[in-house]
């Protein structure tokens, strides 16, 4: 029923889809562009409302994001924020289990739910005139979740069978969980979204009333309405309905730091599954707002500019001018509220050994940060990250999810709002300088994906 943002992963290509939605401009080329110019208000209970207008359709998107996620559990009771987000469609003490879904269902809506190691997120697409509706139904289930051990334990089963098919029964999958275990020393990163499998089945009734007590309150969530709708009318209805819900007194979001990384780490997996080997590098990098936050802007340019698809440096040198590769390419993920990973991979080509592509990307590394970038080329990255997202105001989910996931992460309105001046103002020498910090060894975990022992393919 749901859909989740799961850990760091061989996901270069979900980045590279994910693009267009996360780097939005109403249009390129004009000096102080707003993005999505929101209307924001905070209830007396300090939940926070954003409000994007968009009258192209008479269709309205919901969103109600709290900030907690994978990276908040209690240690030892990972997979408690996915579990509760599947809880959450169960039963209120004013609603039978199964009623919220069917009653949007009814309407001819549409619903869903998402868990990251950041936030946790619902939202429902409807007409506008159930926007009310929405919002009694929202509130009603961020206090009133009523949890028996007749509800949670069907759905542990549920969570371990999604887990057995989504990982266990995928080699990319279960390399990426371990990766992600040995890319942090420290930080609850490391941990997959869905939960290690035992812990999973330790997790208690009273361990997911507790989670959600202390974190699923209105001072702790950020409603985003997007679409035909008018602010006012927003706030209205916001008032009557999550105003009457108290405030809480929360917890500090407490997020252990990485110690110095000393050594880079190889992951090597063999899997008989496996038809294509795969072969990805992580280094720890900063975020918009964690660690050296002042090279995250040239990084994105960075990752566009050698994995941005077919015109990337590292896609044109490896795939097309020594065939050495079927693909290849770069990640950055900036919108993490803590360390993040900039990331490269490839998928050698039949017959050619990893180790050799392996090379080829390391030399690509090392001219970059012996040489540089060039003027030309940067010029024609910032472009092409604006040119990507230009339409992409017109969507009525993609600017409350961009605007939900900044707010829960640690970003204001005025951060998202200023991303196109702030990437146009991004020089030469600043993505050399990042280059230069984010392209450490020590702070760098391999991943290497083989098929079994004695396959011709390694």
């Known amino acids: 029923m749901t859909w989740k943002l799961y850990s760091r992963a061989f996901r270069a290509p979900l980045l590279r889809a994910l693009l267009p939605m996360v780097f939005l401009v109403p249009f390129a080329g004009a000096a102080h562009a707003q993005v999505f110019n929101p209307t924001t208000f905070e209830l007396d ?21 709290y900030k907690v996620g994978a990276a908040d559990e209690p240690a030892g009771k990972s997979g408690i924020a996915h579990y509760l987000e599947h809880l959450m469609f169960k039963g209120t003490e004013t609603r039978a289990p199964g009623e ?14 998402f868990t990251s190691q950041d936030y946790t997120g619902y939202f429902q697409t409807i007409a506008p005139r159930h926007l009310g509706l929405m919002m009694e139904l929202e509130a009603d289930r961020m206090t009133g979740l009523v949890l028996t051990d007749e509800i949670i334990e069907p759905e542990r089963r549920v969570i371990l069978e999604e887990r057995r098919s989504r990982t266990e029964n995928n080699p990319r999958s279960l390399l990426s969980e371990q990766v992600a275990a040995a890319t942090y020393l420290n930080h609850p990163y490391r941990l997959p979204v869905i ?17 959600y007590e202390t974190w699923y309150a209105p001072n702790n969530a950020v409603l985003v309405v997007s679409g035909d709708v008018d602010p006012a009318e927003v706030l209205r209805l916001a008032q009557e309905t999550y105003g009457k819900i108290e405030a809480k007194s929360l917890p500090p979001r407490f997020r252990p730091v990485e110690p110095p990384q000393l050594a880079p780490r190889e992951v090597v997996m063999r899997d008989a599954r496996v038809d294509q080997p795969a072969w ?15 090279h995250a802007y040239a990084l994105e340019l960075l990752a566009e500019i050698i994995g941005g698809g077919a015109t990337g440096r590292i896609y044109r040198s490896i795939v097309v001018d020594q065939a050495l590769a079927a693909s290849a390419g770069a990640w950055y993920s900036p919108g993490d509220l803590d360390l993040t990973t900039f990331g490269v991979w490839f998928s050698p080509r039949p017959g050619i050994a990893v180790d050799t592509v392996r090379d080829a990307m390391d030399n690509q590394i090392a001219n970059l940060v012996k040489d540089g970038i060039t003027a030309d080329e940067l010029e024609r990255a910032k472009q092409r990250l604006i040119d990507s997202a230009i339409f992409a105001r017109d969507s009525v989910r993609g600017p409350a999810r961009v605007l ?11 951060d998202v709002e200023a991303w196109p ?28 994906l083989l098929p079994a022992e004695g396959d011709s393919r390694t």
């Open 280 to 294: 990805s590098r992580r280094y720890l990098a900063p975020s918009y707002v964690a660690g050296d936050t002042e």
């Open 404 to 414: 939900g996931a900044a707010l829960a992460s640690g970003q204001t309105v005025t």
């Open 195 to 211: 939960g290690w499998a035992h812990e999973i089945e330790g997790l208690s009734r009273a361990d997911l009333e507790s989670f």
């Open 421 to 448: 001046d702030r990437i146009r103002a991004v020089t030469v020498e600043q993505v050399d300088a990042a280059a230069r910090e984010v392209f450490n060894a020590n702070r760098s975990t391999t991943g290497v």
């Open 100 to 113: 919220f879904s069917q009653i949007i269902a009814n309407l001819g809506g549409r619903e869903n739910a």
């Open 45 to 65: 209970n300090g939940m926070q409302i954003v409000v994007i207008e968009n009258h192209r359709a008479p269709v309205v998107t919901h969103m109600v994001w």
